[in-house]
């Protein structure tokens, strides 16, 4: 943990069951006129969309929809939804549905206050101005992209994942409504909210943590423990959904001012390589991550223990944070992600790839433990076994 830190929140947050209701007035509140809303076909299949869009002419606001948002957002696609929103004339962003829409609407905001490409203005802040006015409206409680102030964009070209990391793409209001989590399918609710576990735990043991964060991060563990297995399990149980999505957005906050580790390094190299969903290849490698990392800091890893459930009765730090380790595979296959060989596409011959793609990652150095290519090559093999 560091003691000379900053800690920014520049989003504000609208958070409460039917906050949606008040997007028309949010959008005027802003100045927008010419509104381009980010989705993606999941949206639209679940009749999210369509409640948006009736608010917003209801609210007689003028705006245009790009719905093809992906998976890992590619760059291409952003490209795509940007010279939409600039034909249109667009001055406000709505960014509607899971870290993907989130993420690309901050990317067609960043090109249409600074033209290029958006390779262009990857890396730390890299901005010359604010993006344009974004509202971000998250219907997964995982990502925290609604809260964060950066965008993870996939280089098709190197098939890497980049980051825009600058405090002016932060959204200018968070719009979270428990209501619209409710029809989100079982998997992607355990997947997402095994994201949202991964930011907390990474936020909380990486080098950069401060005592804000820490506070943050230890909060949203205890949700998602709490609240994670019934929100799967019983997707229109309310009480669950609002405790997840508050957690996400905590976790989001605490990640945000702190970092993400080597968990997030590896995921994101799987991701842009095979496109896995980030919250499977999180929660994949979160355990194995989180063991290798125990000897950086036994207590830290001993207190996330504690909150996964384990018990200090007579043991030492050490012992406590293993069980960890066993806690984080438990809950994992409670809410059924499934295992790295059952995915099918991934080969251990990239493995290699794979591991120096890690090491390059903008947060490889939050990384409580130094960890070499290869050092993430055996956590990659390790994960892949399931040992
Ligand atoms: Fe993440």
Same mark, same amino acid.
């Given at each position: 943990?560091?003691?000379?830190?900053?800690?920014?929140?520049?989003? &504000?947050?609208?958070?409460?069951?039917?906050?949606?209701?008040?997007?028309?007035?949010?959008?005027?509140?802003?100045?927008?006129?010419?509104?381009?809303?980010?989705?993606?076909?999941?949206?639209?299949?679940?009749?999210?969309?369509?409640?948006?869009?009736?608010?917003? @002419?209801?609210?007689?606001?003028?705006?245009?929809?790009?719905?093809?948002?992906?998976?890992?957002?590619?760059?291409?696609?952003?490209?795509?939804?940007?010279?939409?929103?600039?034909?249109?004339?667009?001055?406000?962003?709505?960014?509607?549905?899971?870290?993907?829409?989130?993420?690309?609407?901050?990317?067609?905001?960043?090109?249409?206050?600074?033209?290029?490409?958006?390779?262009?203005?990857?890396?730390?802040?890299?901005?010359? &101005?604010?993006?344009?006015?974004?509202?971000?409206?998250?219907?997964?409680?995982?990502?925290?992209?609604?809260?964060?102030?950066?965008?993870?964009?996939?280089?098709?070209?190197?098939?890497?994942?980049?980051?825009?990391?600058?405090?002016?793409?932060?959204?200018?209001?968070?719009?979270?409504?428990?209501?619209?989590?409710?029809?989100?399918?079982?998997?992607?609710?355990?997947?997402?909210?095994?994201?949202?576990?991964?930011?907390?735990?990474?936020?909380?043991?990486?080098?950069?943590?401060?005592?804000?964060?820490?506070?943050?991060?230890?909060?949203?563990?205890?949700?998602?423990?709490?609240?994670?297995?019934?929100?799967?399990?019983?997707?229109?149980?309310?009480?669950? &959904?609002?405790?997840?999505?508050?957690?996400?957005?905590?976790?989001?906050?605490?990640?945000?001012?702190?970092?993400?580790?080597?968990?997030?390094?590896?995921?994101?190299?799987?991701?842009?390589?095979?496109?896995?969903?980030?919250?499977?290849?999180?929660?994949?490698?979160?355990?194995?991550? $989180?063991?290798?990392?125990?000897?950086?800091?036994?207590?830290?890893?001993?207190?996330?223990?504690?909150?996964?459930?384990?018990?200090?009765?007579?043991?030492?730090?050490?012992?406590?944070?293993?069980?960890?380790?066993?806690?984080? @595979?438990?809950?994992?296959?409670?809410?059924?992600?499934?295992?790295?060989?059952?995915?099918?596409?991934?080969?251990?011959?990239?493995?290699?790839?794979?591991?120096?793609?890690?090491?390059?990652?903008?947060?490889?150095?939050?990384?409580?433990?130094?960890?070499?290519?290869?050092?993430?090559?055996?956590?990659?093999?390790?994960? $892949?076994?399931?040992?």
């Amino acid at each position: 943990m560091i003691w000379d830190f900053q800690f920014h929140l520049p989003t &504000r947050i609208e958070f409460g069951n039917g906050k949606v209701q008040e997007l028309a007035s949010r959008v005027r509140e802003l100045g927008g006129e010419k509104v381009l809303l980010v989705t993606d076909q999941g949206i639209v299949k679940s009749g999210i969309l369509q409640k948006v869009t009736d608010i917003l @002419k209801n609210g007689s606001i003028d705006f245009v929809v790009y719905d093809q948002v992906k998976p890992n957002p590619r760059d291409v696609d952003c490209m795509d939804a940007y010279r939409l929103a600039k034909e249109a004339g667009v001055d406000l962003l709505i960014g509607l549905g899971g870290g993907s829409s989130m993420d690309t609407a901050k990317a067609v905001g960043t090109l249409l206050t600074h033209s290029g490409e958006i390779k262009d203005w990857y890396g730390l802040n890299a901005l010359e &101005r604010p993006i344009s006015p974004l509202i971000c409206i998250p219907t997964t409680a995982g990502t925290g992209s609604e809260i964060t102030f950066f965008s993870v964009v996939t280089d098709t070209q190197t098939k890497l994942k980049m980051n825009i990391l600058d405090i002016r793409v932060a959204p200018k209001i968070a719009l979270l409504d428990p209501e619209l989590t409710v029809t989100l399918p079982p998997h992607v609710t355990a997947s997402t909210g095994m994201d949202a576990l991964t930011h907390a735990i990474e936020a909380y043991t990486c080098t950069i943590s401060e005592p804000i964060t820490d506070a943050l991060a230890l909060y949203a563990i205890d949700l998602i423990v709490q609240y994670l297995p019934t929100a799967v399990q019983e997707g229109s149980n309310i009480e669950a &959904r609002k405790n997840m999505l508050a957690a996400s957005l905590i976790a989001g906050i605490a990640f945000g001012n702190s970092d993400v580790g080597g968990v997030h390094c590896m995921a994101e190299a799987l991701g842009g390589l095979y496109d896995t969903p980030h919250g499977v290849a999180n929660s994949m490698l979160l355990p194995y991550v $989180f063991e290798y990392n125990i000897p950086a800091d036994v207590e830290k890893h001993a207190v996330v223990a504690q909150r996964l459930g384990a018990s200090r009765d007579g043991k030492s730090a050490l012992e406590t944070a293993l069980e960890g380790v066993e806690l984080l @595979k438990k809950l994992a296959e409670t809410v059924q992600i499934p295992k790295m060989k059952d995915l099918g596409n991934v080969n251990p011959t990239d493995f290699s790839y794979l591991a120096e793609a890690a090491t390059q990652n903008v947060s490889a150095p939050s990384n409580p433990r130094k960890a070499s290519k290869e050092d993430y090559l055996q956590l990659f093999q390790k994960a $892949f076994e399931g040992a």
